[in-house]
């Protein structure tokens, strides 16, 4: 037990809702003007726990017996988002595609309590950035941050949520030092590959027609070597001949070319 120095009153502890309360002072005024007062202002939880602390003990205890209490509803809501906020991703055409962008432009960065998906394309593709945005808020049911870089012609499209990786069964970090690929749910049914072809077509592929030598290529390039051999067998899978290159994929026949560019519905927006 304590005395406080103002009203003499016999106390477990100085509180601040007993000097505001009472006294209409601070707990800074307090030690001003009682710098020499051992026992100073204690906070009401300083080493208190719901069990020890005479008044939290009777909350709790009472809270206990009730069935409702004034937030259950919202925390049954909090619950239930929460749940459905994580759940897997429906394993469908619109899903293939997005893990083509971000094995393409895109990446996945893991942060201490969670995880960002940012994928980077071109600013003048206007048709194509919202694209990539109304296909994150198909599968992610939230809308991505899009942010124009600074004196760059660069867009970055981010989306902050946990379990990013493991639902899009990627790994986080450096592509290359991951060594990433292709899911193989993907690469084991035609329709999936045709989608997610077209999102790393559409992201790190181009589509050039030499008008001199009378040819045209639509050619995928990335350093990733384990990601090359998943293009390269899902071109050769759809009957296709494609090159192998050092750090691309390319379709060079004529027929080939334009019927690709036709069944992935090459950048037409």
Known sequence: ?????????????????????????????????????????????????????????????????????????????????????????????????????????????????TEQLRIVCNSNDNGFVQHIVNLIKKIFSKNPTVFKRKRQNAINITLYQCKISERLDLPAGDKIKNNVGVPLWIKANKKFSIYCLKGLFETDGCFVVDKDNYTQIIE?????????????????????????????????????????????NFRNY
């Open 1 to 113: 037990m304590v005395r406080c120095i103002l009203c003499n009153r016999k106390l477990e502890r100085i509180t601040h809702t007993h000097l505001w309360y009472l006294h209409h002072m601070c707990p800074s005024e307090f030690t001003k003007q009682f710098p020499n007062a051992d026992w100073g202002v204690i906070p009401w939880n300083k080493g208190q726990t719901k069990e020890t602390h005479r008044s939290l003990a009777k909350l709790s205890y009472n809270l206990k017996l009730q069935k409702e209490w004034n937030f259950s509803k919202w925390q049954r809501k909090w619950r239930k988002q929460k749940k459905n906020q994580y759940r897997k991703f429906i394993r469908d055409k619109n899903l293939a595609e997005l893990i083509g962008m971000v094995l393409g432009d895109g990446n996945l960065y893991r942060h201490e309590r």
């Open 220 to 264: 995928f390039k990335n350093n990733c070597r384990r990601l090359r051999e998943d293009v390269y067998s899902m071109l050769s899978k759809l009957d296709y001949h494609p090159q192998f290159g050092k750090n691309y994929i390319r379709l060079a026949r004529r027929e080939e070319v334009l019927n690709f560019k036709e069944l992935i």
